[in-house]
């Protein structure tokens, strides 16, 4: 039974023996000191996870005995009661941290109300965390948390294709992720610790586009005062993340499209060729058979490049992930300006998982921003949501759009994921040791039989590593690839 630590701090001694009787429980462990004082050193002593305070407190009195405990131990949940409730008090308890305020003589219900609220938000942000954590750690996704299986097929994609030079064609709506697919491709490539370049190839001009991508020599055309070297010369020997493909002219794709085959290239003005080695991610937000379709992308381009495609769900088709993603974007945003992340009303959580959200991840994202600006670690009702959000999302109710439980269990998700990344990281080590199977057991610091009976559960055969090539980059050493996924 997990026991929940709770620590008083109350000065009249009839006030803190009822908070002791309201509170008593068997899965509760309560501590009650008389000072702030006394409180805070508790704090360190205990490490509890709430903390119940009287708000007249002779040695900090009113809100700034709460700005006290959380600066003192960021993250403890702190309830405060008092004897002189106002609406200016209540509204700067509020904003130096606490999760409720309520007025004495306590009332049970709201007081059990309190505690259980504010200890459920504890339970979720550090089951949370640890979800951050073990991802960040185990498998080298980054920040793509994710409890849709429709991720998890794009997170198998990335953990196959990430070992390999094939070319990489992400598909996806704006604000999906697509930069974050391509990054995690290549710091899990045995291409990892060379560059990795990204240009955004709907930002330019024809003329500059050509440019940035193979550069130019000195007085090649008006304004060239010198030679500039393009993004595939930057990212030889690395990967090249060429995004928004589909806004390139025909006389682009015709020269990207030599490079892909021969690896080799002139700047725009020069003569000599360039040879390069570079992996290539592209990415588009259209649908690429569409424009070769239309006759405004080139078909033999578009086989080349659609070598190994990953489509990324919108937001909308996955809204079992708002809520983790929610969480992750609130404390990165009150990290970044130094505030507390607010909670989510329940009211205002059914109508973000409702909205279609047309800028996904992306647009999230900015939203988690703004709120942690604006509510400053206060509850977000629904009365603060932008308007966008409830009006669209009062249609959406009205057609029986699902929303989705946000207590939903992660771990046998995180099981999935697991395999998943031990399968991939198997595999780089026999194409390490070019399949053989001791070097490798002792390389992964597992048995023989082990590396055995895992490469028969994953469909591995040693025979298909051995022709494999070993990498030449200091930075995909053995050592490195062990570690390779933890960022």
């Known amino acids: ?64 005995a709460v700005r006290m405990l959380v600066e003192h131990r960021p993250g403890v949940r702190v309830v405060a009661v008092t004897a002189r ?13 606490a999760d409720d305020y309520l007025e004495k003589p306590v009332d049970p219900a709201r007081l059990e109300q309190a505690v259980g609220r504010a200890l459920h938000d504890l339970r979720d942000r550090r089951a949370l965390q640890n979800t951050v954590e073990t991802v960040k750690d185990r498998f080298g996704f980054r920040n793509m948390l994710s409890r849709s299986p429709k991720m998890h097929e794009v997170f198998e994609q990335i953990a196959a294709v990430a070992p390999t030079d094939a070319t990489v064609l992400i598909i996806g709506e704006t604000g999906t992720g697509k930069e974050l697919v ?19 190839c709907g930002a330019f001009a024809e003329g500059l586009l050509e440019s940035e991508l193979f550069g130019h020599e000195r007085g090649s055309f008006t304004g060239a005062v010198g030679r500039r070297v393009g993004v595939f010369e930057l990212a030889d020997g690395g990967t090249l993340f060429l995004d928004e493909l589909g806004e390139t002219s025909l006389g682009v794709q015709v020269n990207l499209l030599r490079v892909l085959e021969e690896m080799s290239f002139r700047r725009v003005g020069g003569e000599k060729p360039v040879n390069v080695d570079v992996r290539i991610v592209t990415a588009t937000n259209v649908d690429l058979a569409d424009l070769v379709s239309a006759g405004k992308f080139r078909e033999d381009l578009f086989y080349r490049l659609n070598v190994f495609p990953i489509r990324l769900p919108p937001l909308r088709e996955r809204r079992e992930d708002i809520p983790v993603l929610l969480r992750h974007f609130l404390d990165d945003a009150a990290k970044e300006y130094g505030l507390k992340a607010p909670r989510i009303a329940a009211d205002a959580m059914a109508w973000i998982q409702g909205y279609p959200w047309p800028g996904n ?20 009702l629904k009365e603060m949501l932008p308007a966008e959000l409830t009006r669209v999302q009062s249609a959406s109710m009205a057609a029986g759009a699902p929303v989705i439980d946000e207590d939903q269990a992660l771990a046998p998700q995180l099981e999935r994921l697991a395999m998943v990344v031990e399968r991939a990281y198997l595999s780089r080590v026999l194409v390490r040791y070019r399949g053989h199977i001791q070097k490798s057991a002792t390389h992964a610091g597992i048995a023989r039989r082990t590396l055995y009976n895992k490469m028969k559960e994953y469909g591995l055969d040693a025979e298909g590593f051995r022709a494999a090539e070993l990498s030449s980059d200091p930075a995909g050493s053995p050592d490195d690839l062990r570690g390779s996924s933890r960022r």
Not at 18 to 25: K, T, V
Not at 87 to 97: E, K, L, Q
Request: proline letters at 5%; glycine letters at 6%; charged letters at 30%.
């Open 182 to 200: 391509a990054r995690a491709i290549h710091d899990d490539s045995l291409r990892k610790g060379k560059p990795y370049i990204s240009v955004n």
């Open 85 to 97: 409730p106002g609406t200016t008090t209540a509204v700067a308890t509020m904003r130096a941290g």
């Open 1 to 64: 039974m997990d026991v929940e630590r709770i620590l008083i701090i109350d000065e009249v001694e009839a006030d803190a023996e009822r908070l002791i009787r309201l509170l008593s429980a068997p899965d509760r462990a309560l501590t009650l000191v008389r000072t702030l004082r006394e409180g805070v050193a508790a704090l360190d002593e205990l490490a509890p996870e709430l903390v119940i305070v009287s708000l007249e407190n002779a040695e900090q009195p009113g809100p700034r």
């Open 361 to 380: 991840v992306r647009q999230l994202r900015a939203l988690c921003e703004r709120w942690v600006i604006l509510a400053r670690g206060r509850t977000v």
